[in-house]
């Protein structure tokens, strides 16, 4: 069974999420404050976490920025506020996904299920590094290099920038991105990859690369493509 770590200070939500959790066979564990959640998540191995983000003491956004130190766990974010900056600020800072109450329990637990999918299927890749050119990339160890210099992007940007590197020179649209690395039919716009890579370029283009690039391809989508080839 899967161990599954749950923190919201609404107790009613932490009742409806368990029973939900526990009929899908997850060892369900509760918090209701940052505090409590950050010191119940050094007790175990956790398989993914549910993340409120308006809990005291921190808040969900530092909880998640906590865990992104040590863990790549999967990490899906619960709040009440739909505004797209928090949104995407919480995918930034290294959650999976990302729901807005109200909500169904049964979308959690769906979205729960294809969060693990998805990392069961990386898991089974043969190739977890690969180099091209003065880049380097670990999706074991969610890391990049550049020219040997550590580059810090977030979970989701490497898991961009990896998928782009596999197939080079191949154009992906954003909703195929969006299906790949969120790993189903997203629920809102395209916007989230035009972000992410937006930031992610900013990110490598502080380290020179003039034997590789990622490029926009109008009205399609993204390419990664060498230059000297």
């Not at 969060?115 to 890391?143: A, N, P």
């Not at 191949?170 to 039919?185: A, E, K, P, T």
């Amino acid at each position: 069974m899967k161990n599954l770590l749950i923190a919201d200070d609404n107790e009613q939500i932490l009742d409806v999420l368990k029973e939900y959790a526990r009929n899908e066979n997850y060892n369900v564990y509760t918090a209701k404050s940052g505090k409590e959640a950050l010191r119940e998540f050094d007790r175990r191995n956790y398989h993914a976490v549910l993340l409120d983000v308006m809990m005291p003491e921190p808040d969900g956004f530092e909880v998640c920025r906590r865990i992104r130190r040590t863990s790549m766990v999967p990490i899906i974010m619960i709040t009440a506020q739909g505004e797209d900056f928090e949104r995407i600020m919480g995918l930034d800072i290294g959650a999976d996904d990302y729901v807005v109450k109200p909500f169904s329990p049964s979308e959690i637990m769906a979205r729960l299920r294809a969060v693990l999918r998805r990392l069961d299927l990386s898991g089974t890749k043969q190739m977890q590094y690969l180099t091209k050119g003065s880049l380097d990339i670990s999706l074991e160890k969610f890391q990049v290099f550049i020219c040997g210099q550590e580059v810090r992007l977030t979970k989701k940007e490497i898991e961009i920038l990896y998928l782009l590197v596999s197939k080079t020179g191949n154009v992906f649209s954003r909703s195929h991105i969006l299906d790949s690395v969120w790993g189903y039919d997203y629920y809102g716009d395209d916007r989230t990859v035009d972000t992410h890579i937006k930031r992610m370029r900013a990110k490598l283009d502080k380290y020179s690369h003039p034997d590789w690039n990622i490029v926009t391809v109008r009205g399609v989508g993204y390419k990664f493509e060498m230059c000297h080839e």
